[in-house]
């Protein structure tokens, strides 16, 4: 959305240091500076607020004294207009988006702006002229795309819920594919009553997408494809929308358990076609959602924002029974591997069934309670062997 929009400017007028034979204009006094005022609006405490921004540039008081004696602009306010205007014009269109600071979530934009040098130039010379200390610069503005009254509009004024994971200890080619996959799942809109499709939202899952290849459970081992450690991102936005108290619509547990996931149970894996993760915004309005990460601290992180909730979530711990002894060794192929020999890909782990109980009271206080069991197969240590080994067959 562009507009133009009429700034007040200030010019008051001075001598500057190097002007020491120049009288100053009997009409102004201090300093001459070009002052712009703009305001942006924010989301603080549910409500939208508008925020002054102030700047300023010192312009040449000979400038102003010519100008007013010749009739016209000074080629000596030139080089002072020039900083201003490489500064406004520096200013991009920033999306709105929520920031925690101090315990508090606000929602903030960036206007881009573009300076009209020929209108302000005539509205500086008009006011130097009138022996005003003020002039008016016309500036073009141009609001994000998405905007703060766009998340208003949609009823987005709050944060809803937090869903978080450590991938601690992955290695490389696993991290670099849960940044890729948090990051196309970063900054959009669930519309209300819209089921979150987890496959569609990511899409394909390919070297073309920008994921690398990893290890993935496939026919009760280990084998490498694109989008290793994918389920670290499922398992996160999960996460988020089961806090939230969305209904679940289609999710599954890993066939073993794993550490990345625990607490135990509390995760969804996805594998394209087969499995896949779906939750239904019921809120009544739109769920935004937002991704962040801390690559030192290897944590992956989802907030989603929408209406105030009125209802609240507790999410129980896992009761875990049934445990089973873990299963015999599997064997995958790893170059890296010399013949012969073997390398440890995965830990050996028990069978169990994890239940975990999602408890909802809404505003009117009635209490829904569902359930989130997970029942997983006994696991054996995964050893990578050159291939060609006969431990494959």
Not at 15 to 41: D, H, R, Y
Not at 56 to 83: C, E, H, I, Y
Not at 127 to 145: D, F, N, R, W, Y
Request: glycine letters at 8%.
């Amino acid at each position: 959305m562009n507009r133009l929009l009429t700034v007040s400017v200030a010019l008051i007028a001075a001598l500057l240091p190097n002007s020491a034979n120049a009288a100053t204009p009997a009409s102004t006094a201090g300093p001459f500076k070009l002052i712009l005022v703009a305001q942006e609006p924010r989301i603080e405490g549910g409500k939208v607020q508008k925020v002054q921004i102030n700047k300023s540039w010192p312009m040449n008081a000979r400038g102003v004294k010519f100008s007013k004696k010749a009739n016209k602009f000074s080629s000596l306010l030139t080089a002072g207009l020039d900083v201003a205007e490489k500064q406004i014009n520096a200013r991009a269109p920033t999306p709105a988006t929520f920031r925690n600071v101090g315990g508090h979530w606000i929602a903030a934009q960036q206007d881009g702006w573009s300076l009209d040098r020929e209108a302000t130039k005539a509205k500086v010379l008009k006011a130097i002229l009138a022996g005003q200390s003020s002039a008016e610069a016309v500036i073009k503005v141009t609001a994000p795309t998405r905007s703060v009254q766009l998340l208003a509009e949609r009823g987005v004024l709050a944060h809803v819920s937090t869903g978080t994971s450590s991938y601690k200890g992955s290695p490389t080619f696993r991290a670099t594919n849960i940044l890729v996959g948090a990051t196309k799942l970063d900054n959009f809109f669930v519309a209300p009553g819209h089921t979150f499709d987890f496959a569609k939202e990511v899409g394909a899952i390919s070297a073309s997408t920008g994921f690398v290849k990893g290890y993935v459970i496939s026919g009760g081992t280990l084998e490498k494809e694109d989008g290793g450690g994918i389920c670290q991102v499922s398992t996160t936005i999960f996460r988020a929308m089961y806090q939230a108290g969305l209904p679940i619509v289609e999710r599954h547990e890993h066939s073993h358990r794993v550490e990345y996931y625990d607490p135990v149970g509390f995760e969804a894996t996805v594998y394209a076609p087969e499995k896949n993760l779906q939750m239904k915004n019921d809120t009544g309005t739109y769920l935004f959602v937002q991704a962040s990460w801390d690559k030192k601290a290897q944590t992956l992180r989802f907030d989603l924002f929408g209406k105030a909730p009125t209802r609240k979530v507790s999410i129980g711990k896992p009761t875990v029974t049934g445990f089973k002894p873990p299963a015999k060794p599997s064997y995958s192929p790893d170059p890296r591997v010399r013949a012969g020999g073997r390398r440890l890909l995965d830990v050996p782990v028990q069978g169990m069934t994890s239940v975990i109980v999602r408890t909802i009271k809404t505003s009117d206080g009635k209490v829904t309670q569902d359930t989130l069991k997970s029942v997983y197969k006994p696991w054996g240590a995964v050893y990578g062997v050159k291939p060609g080994d006969s431990r494959l067959r």
